[in-house]
């Protein structure tokens, strides 16, 4: 059977790029997934959003993605994170019950233009006109020409928990092997990746009364545009408790047990999701660390314990959760485990996640070496919609760093070699008083527009962009007369200023202000519009300034590189060339972004493009 685009793997990369590539209806897009793991499945935290990936998810959100809509249908606790530093790196997380969620991504497939083919796929192979064929394990053959795999932490899994070592996927779930043919031809990184779990614990035998409760935040926004406010399905809380000496004490006598401390795994696990055994051993002066259990589910007793991911034996596991108050009594469901597995090198790959070497391949996700669900997403996203355009012969779609955290991921993807697994927090923008999750709508809608696909979401963006832009001006513009239109305590009014100096004052709290004098004026603007609005505002100066000194370098950063013209200059040198051929970067700004590259090639480059 010949489809224009096969997904292989349903995880979150897998589902986006299926998504995004059926919306343009002439595809025929099938997505292959294995049997026995659910579609969009999360085998680690159940939780969707969170610092700097809150904000993907809404970018994913206004692109027609499909993570914010699946994560208000399953989500059972919201809380706004970092809301003591101010709006500019606020974001939304939701704990998600697991089934729903799955349930959530099926229907959403199903009832989609997406072929959905249950099956594993054991081999791929590539014909002489660069056409692709999966053979499948129920015997069947399927043929396309675009391939993305997004086939997440599968490929030559291997599996620890203590002394015990399996192969697979993770738990309950068979590697990805048999693909060499296909791999044969793909740079891997020289070295593995590995993550882990903590044990699921049931609800039950928790003891809440040592426990802290943090209830569900009910002014969080949902992501999807057509949610709103309300919540879907009910909430629930979550608990807090920590860590203790006997508790890391007993970890740290069970070293030579631990398979990655032992030299069991050589995998390197991600520096900012540590076990509670990196813990144990890279603060040997902290015995109290957070441990926040998170209900996996609605319909489920099972508890995720997140803070105590782990590959120690089970029998050390049992003993050190008598030590963590509250979980005394805990009885384990599943043991906590680790998963070693192959890494693409995403220096290979070009801004629409397609592998140089071999066009029409694309790879996105965890398979790319990066962690976490919405990371996942976001290439899902770049790799369908670009392998879509590809079979439509247009444009590729490119992210810019400068006005999205898509943009930021794939060209830190692109330009480096990743040496430890990659994750998204606001500290890789340069730009991140502007990236923010409030404007991801004004943010996005040039890309989206860009598709021309005419669905409900490009409806929602015209509109809220205009009233955006709409209500922008007016603060600009609208000299206060009339003091009955600010709050009774607002000791601020100046006759005949305009709105902006408000807006932009430390102290104030923006949003409430705008609100109070729209509803007060009798002037009506969507909730999200206003919000957008008066942040941008307050942080308009701050932003303003970075701008200035980012264009002084994106001036030049944009300009577009022939790298392969750079490799014949011999005033660079060896080392430079040798890294420029391996990361292929195809602007100045990414060519600055390569480890390694000397000032001395930046000044002979630069001068080249001025
Ligand atoms: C044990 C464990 C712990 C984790 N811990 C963390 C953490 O602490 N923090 C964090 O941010 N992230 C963690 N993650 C990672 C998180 O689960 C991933 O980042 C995310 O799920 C990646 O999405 P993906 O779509 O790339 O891959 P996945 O969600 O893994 O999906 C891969 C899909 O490919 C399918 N597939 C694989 N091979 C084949 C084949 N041959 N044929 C057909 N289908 C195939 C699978 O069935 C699956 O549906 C963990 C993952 C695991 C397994």
């Given at each position: 059977v010949k489809f224009d685009i096969i997904v292989m793997g349903g995880g979150h990369a897998g589902l986006e790029a299926a998504w995004i590539a059926s919306s343009f209806k002439s595809l025929r897009?099938?997505?292959v997934s294995m049997p026995g793991v659910p579609l969009g499945s999360t085998p680690c935290n159940p939780a969707v959003g969170g610092v700097g990936k809150g904000q993907v998810v809404r970018e994913l959100d206004a692109?027609?993605?499909?993570?914010?809509?699946?994560?208000?249908k399953a989500g059972i606790q919201y809380r706004i994170l970092n809301e003591s530093k101010g709006y500019a790196v606020q974001s939304t997380r939701v704990q998600v019950d697991k089934d729903l969620y799955a349930q959530a991504a099926h229907q959403a497939i199903s009832e989609s233009a997406v072929e959905l083919i249950i099956a594993k796929v054991v081999a791929v192979s590539r014909d002489d006109f660069g056409h692709f064929k999966l053979s499948l394990d129920?015997?069947?053959?399927l043929e396309c020409h675009k391939l993305i795999v997004t086939t997440g932490t599968f490929l030559n899994g291997k599996l620890h928990t203590g002394e015990q070592v399996r192969s697979g996927g993770r738990v309950d779930a068979m590697p990805s092997a048999g693909l060499q043919e296909l791999f044969s031809e793909v740079q891997t990184l020289g070295k593995r990746f590995k993550t882990g779990t903590p044990p699921r614990l049931r609800f039950s035998s928790l003891n809440l009364s040592e426990l802290e409760e943090q209830p569900s935040d009910y002014r969080a926004q949902n992501f999807h545009f057509q949610h709103g406010e309300g919540r879907i399905s009910r909430q629930v809380s979550c608990y807090l408790s920590r860590t203790t000496r006997a508790c890391l004490d007993l970890i740290r006598a069970n070293k030579d047990r631990s398979p990655m401390y032992n030299g069991q795994i050589s995998g390197i696990g991600p520096r900012y999701c540590p076990s509670i055994e990196d813990?144990?051993?890279?603060?040997?002066?902290?015995?109290?660390?957070?441990?926040?259990?998170?209900?996996?589910?609605?319909?489920?007793?099972?508890?995720?314990p997140n803070g105590l991911s782990t590959s120690l034996p089970a029998d050390v596991q049992e003993a050190f959760l008598k030590f963590v108050p509250g979980l005394e009594n805990a009885e384990i469901l599943v043991h906590g485990y680790a998963v070693e597995y192959d890494v693409v090198d995403t220096s290979r790959l070009d801004s629409s996640l397609q592998y140089f070497a071999l066009p029409g391949l694309y790879f996105a996700g965890q398979v790319n070496g990066t962690s976490g669900y919405e990371e996942a997403a976001a290439q899902g996203y770049v790799a369908g919609v670009n392998a879509a355009l590809s079979v439509l012969e247009r444009t590729p779609l490119i992210f810019s760093r400068e006005d999205?955290?898509?943009?930021?991921?794939?060209?830190?993807?692109?330009?480096?070699?990743?040496?430890?697994?990659?994750r998204l927090f606001t500290a890789r923008s340069e730009n991140r008083l502007f990236i923010r999750e409030d404007n991801s709508y004004v943010r996005m809608a040039h890309y989206r527009q860009s598709l021309g696909l005419h669905q409900s979401i490009d409806v929602y963006l015209r509109d809220f962009t205009a009233q955006f832009h709409e209500l922008y001006?007016?603060?600009?513009?609208y000299r206060t007369k009339n003091r009955s239109l600010f709050p009774p305590d607002f000791s601020n009014f100046v006759h005949g200023q305009v709105l902006d100096e408000y807006l932009s004052r430390g102290a104030l709290d923006p949003v409430q202000l705008l609100e109070f004098f729209l509803s007060k004026a009798g002037v009506n603007f969507d909730?999200?519009?206003?919000?957008?609005?008066?942040?941008?505002?307050?942080?308009?100066?701050?932003?303003?300034?970075?701008?200035?000194?980012?264009?002084?370098?994106?001036?030049?950063?944009?300009?577009?590189?022939?790298?392969?013209?750079?490799?014949?200059?011999?005033?660079?040198?060896?080392?430079?060339?040798?890294?420029?051929?391996?990361?292929?970067?195809?602007t100045f700004d990414q060519l600055q972004r390569i480890e390694g590259i000397r000032p001395a090639t930046l000044v002979f480059v630069s001068g080249m493009l001025t």
């Open positions: 897009v099938a997505l692109l027609g993605g499909l993570m914010g809509a699946l994560a208000d129920n015997d069947s053959v813990k144990a051993f890279r603060y040997p002066d902290r015995h109290e660390h957070h441990v926040f259990l998170e209900p996996e589910g609605l319909n489920t007793e099972s508890v995720y999205s955290y898509i943009g930021v991921l794939i060209e830190d993807l692109i330009t480096t070699t990743r040496d430890e697994p990659y001006s007016l603060c600009s513009i909730q999200q519009v206003v919000k957008a609005v008066a942040i941008s505002k307050k942080y308009g100066g701050y932003i303003n300034r970075a701008h200035i000194e980012l264009q002084k370098l994106s001036r030049i950063g944009e300009k577009r590189l022939q790298w392969r013209k750079l490799l014949e200059m011999h005033n660079i040198s060896f080392e430079c060339r040798q890294r420029i051929e391996q990361f292929k970067p195809e």
